[in-house]
Protein backbone atom coordinates (compact mmCIF):
# COMPACT_ATOMS: atom_id res chain seq x y z
CA UNK A 1 0.00 0.00 0.00
CA UNK A 2 2.91 2.43 0.92
CA UNK A 3 4.58 1.53 -2.13
CA UNK A 4 1.60 2.17 -4.72
CA UNK A 5 1.17 5.62 -2.62
CA UNK A 6 4.54 6.51 -3.74
CA UNK A 7 4.13 5.63 -7.47
CA UNK A 8 1.46 7.59 -7.52
CA UNK A 9 3.29 11.07 -5.80
CA UNK A 10 5.92 10.16 -8.20
CA UNK A 11 3.96 10.43 -10.97
CA UNK A 12 2.05 13.23 -10.08
CA UNK A 13 5.50 15.42 -9.75
CA UNK A 14 6.59 13.88 -13.19
CA UNK A 15 3.63 15.49 -14.64
CA UNK A 16 3.49 18.41 -13.12
CA UNK A 17 7.39 19.36 -13.68
CA UNK A 18 6.35 18.00 -17.67
CA UNK A 19 3.83 20.71 -17.42
CA UNK A 20 6.12 23.81 -16.04
CA UNK A 21 8.71 22.98 -18.45
CA UNK A 22 8.82 24.40 -21.89
CA UNK A 23 10.69 25.31 -24.79
CA UNK A 24 9.86 28.42 -26.98
CA UNK A 25 11.31 28.57 -30.63
CA UNK A 26 11.51 31.79 -33.06
CA UNK A 27 8.99 31.04 -36.01
CA UNK A 28 9.71 29.64 -39.25
CA UNK A 29 13.14 30.55 -40.72
CA UNK A 30 14.41 30.94 -44.44
CA UNK A 31 17.85 31.06 -45.47
CA UNK A 32 19.96 31.29 -48.36
CA UNK A 33 22.38 28.48 -48.78
CA UNK A 34 25.98 29.95 -47.86
CA UNK A 35 24.54 32.46 -45.51
CA UNK A 36 24.63 32.50 -41.24
CA UNK A 37 21.27 32.14 -39.82
CA UNK A 38 20.03 32.04 -36.04
CA UNK A 39 17.63 30.48 -34.46
CA UNK A 40 16.81 32.53 -31.21
CA UNK A 41 15.28 29.62 -28.05
CA UNK A 42 14.39 30.04 -24.37
CA UNK A 43 13.77 27.25 -22.12
CA UNK A 44 12.01 26.67 -18.60
CA UNK A 45 13.58 24.16 -16.54
CA UNK A 46 12.14 23.03 -13.56
CA UNK A 47 15.62 21.20 -12.07
CA UNK A 48 19.35 22.24 -12.77
CA UNK A 49 19.67 21.30 -16.10
CA UNK A 50 23.39 19.38 -17.16
CA UNK A 51 23.17 18.25 -20.78
CA UNK A 52 20.95 20.16 -23.51
CA UNK A 53 21.21 18.69 -27.71
CA UNK A 54 19.82 20.34 -30.89
CA UNK A 55 19.08 17.34 -33.08
CA UNK A 56 16.98 17.25 -36.40
CA UNK A 57 14.44 14.85 -37.59
CA UNK A 58 13.85 13.15 -34.67
CA UNK A 59 10.63 13.87 -32.77
CA UNK A 60 12.00 13.43 -29.22
CA UNK A 61 15.51 14.19 -29.87
CA UNK A 62 16.97 11.35 -27.69
CA UNK A 63 18.97 8.25 -27.02
CA UNK A 64 21.38 7.50 -29.75
CA UNK A 65 19.54 10.63 -31.97
CA UNK A 66 22.57 12.00 -34.01
CA UNK A 67 22.65 15.55 -32.59
CA UNK A 68 23.92 18.75 -34.60
CA UNK A 69 24.95 20.24 -30.91
CA UNK A 70 25.81 18.23 -27.91
CA UNK A 71 27.35 19.90 -24.62
CA UNK A 72 28.84 16.73 -23.38
CA UNK A 73 31.28 16.67 -26.36
CA UNK A 74 33.81 18.94 -28.07
CA UNK A 75 33.43 17.41 -31.60
CA UNK A 76 30.59 19.65 -32.86
CA UNK A 77 30.55 20.34 -36.26
CA UNK A 78 31.82 23.99 -36.37
CA UNK A 79 28.93 25.09 -39.14
CA UNK A 80 26.21 24.52 -35.45
CA UNK A 81 27.51 27.14 -33.21
CA UNK A 82 25.14 27.09 -29.26
CA UNK A 83 24.79 30.69 -28.22
CA UNK A 84 23.08 29.68 -25.00
CA UNK A 85 24.03 28.39 -21.63
CA UNK A 86 22.50 25.88 -19.03
CA UNK A 87 19.99 28.08 -17.38
CA UNK A 88 17.01 29.48 -20.30
CA UNK A 89 18.61 30.26 -23.70
CA UNK A 90 18.67 27.57 -25.71
CA UNK A 91 19.62 30.13 -29.13
CA UNK A 92 21.38 28.22 -31.64
CA UNK A 93 23.69 29.44 -34.91
CA UNK A 94 23.59 27.61 -38.18
CA UNK A 95 27.06 28.93 -40.26
CA UNK A 96 27.15 28.16 -44.25
CA UNK A 97 23.80 27.19 -44.63
CA UNK A 98 23.60 24.17 -46.83
CA UNK A 99 20.48 22.23 -48.75
CA UNK A 100 20.86 19.50 -45.63
CA UNK A 101 19.58 22.30 -42.94
CA UNK A 102 16.58 22.34 -44.75
CA UNK A 103 14.49 20.23 -42.18
CA UNK A 104 13.00 20.86 -38.56
CA UNK A 105 14.91 21.38 -35.53
CA UNK A 106 14.59 20.51 -31.60
CA UNK A 107 16.41 21.86 -28.32
CA UNK A 108 16.28 19.16 -25.36
CA UNK A 109 17.29 19.63 -21.81
CA UNK A 110 18.80 17.23 -19.66
CA UNK A 111 19.03 17.03 -15.78
CA UNK A 112 20.61 14.53 -13.31
CA UNK A 113 16.54 13.39 -13.17
CA UNK A 114 14.62 11.58 -15.67
CA UNK A 115 11.94 13.89 -14.18
CA UNK A 116 14.28 16.96 -15.30
CA UNK A 117 14.15 15.80 -18.90
CA UNK A 118 12.46 17.60 -21.97
CA UNK A 119 12.10 18.32 -25.61
CA UNK A 120 10.67 20.66 -27.17
CA UNK A 121 9.14 18.80 -30.10
CA UNK A 122 7.50 21.75 -32.01
CA UNK A 123 11.21 22.61 -33.07
CA UNK A 124 11.87 25.46 -35.62
CA UNK A 125 11.80 24.09 -39.46
CA UNK A 126 14.58 26.12 -41.54
CA UNK A 127 13.65 26.32 -45.11
CA UNK A 128 16.94 26.74 -47.62
CA UNK A 129 16.81 28.34 -51.10
CA UNK A 130 19.32 28.59 -53.51
CA UNK A 131 18.57 32.23 -54.25
CA UNK A 132 15.69 34.27 -54.82
CA UNK A 133 15.63 37.54 -57.00
CA UNK A 134 16.24 40.39 -54.45
CA UNK A 135 14.54 44.45 -54.45
CA UNK A 136 16.38 47.27 -53.89
CA UNK A 137 14.41 49.56 -51.27
CA UNK A 138 15.15 53.24 -50.82
CA UNK A 139 15.18 56.37 -48.18
CA UNK A 140 13.69 58.47 -50.39
CA UNK A 141 11.30 56.42 -52.82
CA UNK A 142 10.09 59.68 -54.54
CA UNK A 143 12.74 62.38 -56.41
CA UNK A 144 15.48 63.37 -54.76
CA UNK A 145 17.34 66.76 -55.33
CA UNK A 146 21.15 67.01 -56.57
CA UNK A 147 23.25 66.84 -53.84
CA UNK A 148 20.62 65.00 -51.44
CA UNK A 149 21.63 61.43 -49.23
CA UNK A 150 20.22 58.57 -50.47
CA UNK A 151 20.49 55.01 -48.45
CA UNK A 152 19.79 51.78 -50.90
CA UNK A 153 19.12 48.30 -49.44
CA UNK A 154 19.31 45.13 -50.91
CA UNK A 155 16.82 42.87 -49.24
CA UNK A 156 15.31 39.65 -49.73
CA UNK A 157 12.57 37.73 -47.97
CA UNK A 158 15.31 35.12 -46.64
CA UNK A 159 18.60 35.81 -44.42
CA UNK A 160 21.47 36.05 -46.61
CA UNK A 161 23.72 37.06 -43.63
CA UNK A 162 27.67 36.79 -44.17
CA UNK A 163 27.04 36.60 -48.17
CA UNK A 164 28.59 39.61 -50.47
CA UNK A 165 26.46 41.40 -52.03
CA UNK A 166 27.29 43.28 -55.64
CA UNK A 167 26.16 46.52 -56.67
CA UNK A 168 25.54 47.86 -60.67
CA UNK A 169 24.24 51.05 -61.38
CA UNK A 170 23.25 51.75 -65.02
CA UNK A 171 24.73 47.96 -66.02
CA UNK A 172 28.37 48.91 -64.06
CA UNK A 173 29.82 47.63 -61.40
CA UNK A 174 30.38 49.52 -58.06
CA UNK A 175 32.92 48.45 -55.33
CA UNK A 176 30.66 47.93 -52.66
CA UNK A 177 29.88 44.41 -51.53
CA UNK A 178 27.81 44.79 -48.63
CA UNK A 179 23.55 45.16 -48.29
CA UNK A 180 23.72 48.60 -47.60
CA UNK A 181 24.91 51.24 -50.47
CA UNK A 182 24.76 55.25 -49.66
CA UNK A 183 25.19 57.58 -52.01
CA UNK A 184 25.02 61.55 -52.63
CA UNK A 185 22.71 61.85 -55.58
CA UNK A 186 24.21 63.29 -58.78
CA UNK A 187 22.19 62.22 -61.77
CA UNK A 188 19.26 60.13 -62.59
CA UNK A 189 20.20 56.50 -62.83
CA UNK A 190 18.81 52.69 -62.51
CA UNK A 191 20.58 51.00 -59.60
CA UNK A 192 20.38 47.12 -58.74
CA UNK A 193 21.96 44.31 -56.46
CA UNK A 194 22.01 40.70 -56.30
CA UNK A 195 23.91 38.05 -54.31
CA UNK A 196 27.65 37.37 -54.95
CA UNK A 197 28.42 34.96 -57.68
CA UNK A 198 24.30 34.43 -58.48
CA UNK A 199 23.25 36.28 -61.70
CA UNK A 200 20.06 34.60 -61.29
CA UNK A 201 18.99 36.85 -57.67
CA UNK A 202 19.29 40.35 -59.38
CA UNK A 203 17.04 42.82 -58.61
CA UNK A 204 14.37 44.83 -60.77
CA UNK A 205 15.94 47.81 -61.59
CA UNK A 206 15.33 50.60 -59.12
CA UNK A 207 14.90 54.26 -60.35
CA UNK A 208 16.41 56.79 -58.45
CA UNK A 209 14.88 60.20 -60.08
CA UNK A 210 17.26 62.85 -59.38
CA UNK A 211 16.17 66.83 -60.03
CA UNK A 212 18.28 70.31 -60.48
CA UNK A 213 18.55 72.58 -57.85
CA UNK A 214 15.42 75.38 -58.71
CA UNK A 215 16.83 78.40 -59.34
CA UNK A 216 14.09 80.29 -57.68
CA UNK A 217 15.08 78.49 -54.55
CA UNK A 218 18.70 79.58 -55.40
CA UNK A 219 17.97 83.14 -55.93
CA UNK A 220 15.67 83.54 -52.98
CA UNK A 221 18.46 81.87 -50.94
CA UNK A 222 20.80 84.93 -52.16
CA UNK A 223 18.32 87.53 -51.80
CA UNK A 224 17.90 86.61 -48.16
CA UNK A 225 21.75 86.25 -47.47
CA UNK A 226 22.16 89.35 -48.73
CA UNK A 227 19.33 91.07 -46.66
CA UNK A 228 21.28 89.43 -43.81
CA UNK A 229 24.54 91.30 -45.32
CA UNK A 230 23.17 94.46 -45.13
CA UNK A 231 21.66 94.51 -41.70
CA UNK A 232 24.98 93.77 -39.97
CA UNK A 233 26.64 96.67 -42.09
CA UNK A 234 24.01 99.24 -40.83
CA UNK A 235 24.29 97.84 -37.37
CA UNK A 236 27.98 98.11 -37.31
CA UNK A 237 27.62 101.55 -38.68
CA UNK A 238 25.40 102.59 -35.97
CA UNK A 239 27.46 101.71 -33.34
CA UNK A 240 30.66 103.22 -35.01
CA UNK A 241 28.72 106.51 -35.18
CA UNK A 242 27.45 106.46 -31.35
CA UNK A 243 30.91 105.42 -30.25
CA UNK A 244 32.57 108.53 -32.35
CA UNK A 245 29.52 110.72 -30.53
CA UNK A 246 30.17 109.51 -27.32
CA UNK A 247 34.20 110.17 -27.60
CA UNK A 248 34.10 113.43 -29.00
CA UNK A 249 31.73 114.58 -25.88
CA UNK A 250 33.77 113.51 -23.73
CA UNK A 251 36.97 115.03 -25.19
CA UNK A 252 35.04 118.46 -26.06
CA UNK A 253 32.39 118.88 -23.30
CA UNK A 254 29.56 121.43 -23.81
CA UNK A 255 29.33 124.73 -24.38
CA UNK A 256 29.37 127.07 -21.34
CA UNK A 257 28.94 131.29 -22.14
CA UNK A 258 30.50 132.00 -24.64
CA UNK A 259 33.63 129.59 -24.42
CA UNK A 260 33.59 126.29 -25.58
CA UNK A 261 35.50 123.47 -23.61
CA UNK A 262 38.12 122.16 -25.34
CA UNK A 263 39.38 125.52 -27.04
CA UNK A 264 41.84 128.42 -25.21
CA UNK A 265 41.63 132.62 -25.69
CA UNK A 266 45.04 133.79 -27.38
CA UNK A 267 45.15 137.10 -26.96
CA UNK A 268 46.82 139.43 -29.62
CA UNK A 269 48.38 142.90 -30.37
CA UNK A 270 46.10 144.55 -32.49
CA UNK A 271 48.50 148.10 -32.57
CA UNK A 272 50.75 149.05 -34.35
CA UNK A 273 54.40 148.46 -34.11
CA UNK A 274 54.96 151.75 -33.71
CA UNK A 275 52.78 152.50 -30.64
CA UNK A 276 53.49 151.20 -26.89
CA UNK A 277 50.64 150.18 -24.94
CA UNK A 278 51.28 147.76 -21.96
CA UNK A 279 48.77 145.03 -20.32
CA UNK A 280 46.91 142.83 -21.89
CA UNK A 281 45.09 144.83 -24.91
CA UNK A 282 44.26 143.07 -27.85
CA UNK A 283 41.95 141.00 -29.30
CA UNK A 284 40.89 137.96 -27.36
CA UNK A 285 40.92 134.56 -30.36
CA UNK A 286 39.48 130.97 -29.43
CA UNK A 287 41.90 128.85 -30.35
CA UNK A 288 40.27 125.06 -30.78
CA UNK A 289 41.00 121.62 -30.83
CA UNK A 290 40.07 120.87 -34.76
CA UNK A 291 38.65 117.91 -33.43
CA UNK A 292 35.74 119.42 -31.45
CA UNK A 293 34.81 121.82 -34.60
Known amino acids: MFFLANVLVSLLLTGCTYEAMEVHYSPVTCAMRGSTVTLPCSFTP ?164 VEPPRAGGHFALTVANSVRLLIVIIVVAVLIIFFMVKWRKRRCGTHEGDEQQGCEPVYMNTMTSGTERGGADGQKIMMCDPACQ
Open 46 to 209: VIPVVRVRWCVNHPICQGITPSVYESWTIRNNWRYMYLGDMERNCTLQIHNVQTQDNTTFRFRMEAQDNAGHFTGTTGVAVTVVDGDPMSVQSSAPGSVSEGAAVTLNCASRCSFHQVGVRWHKDGHALPESGPTLRLTAGRSANYTCSLADRPHTTSPPFRLN
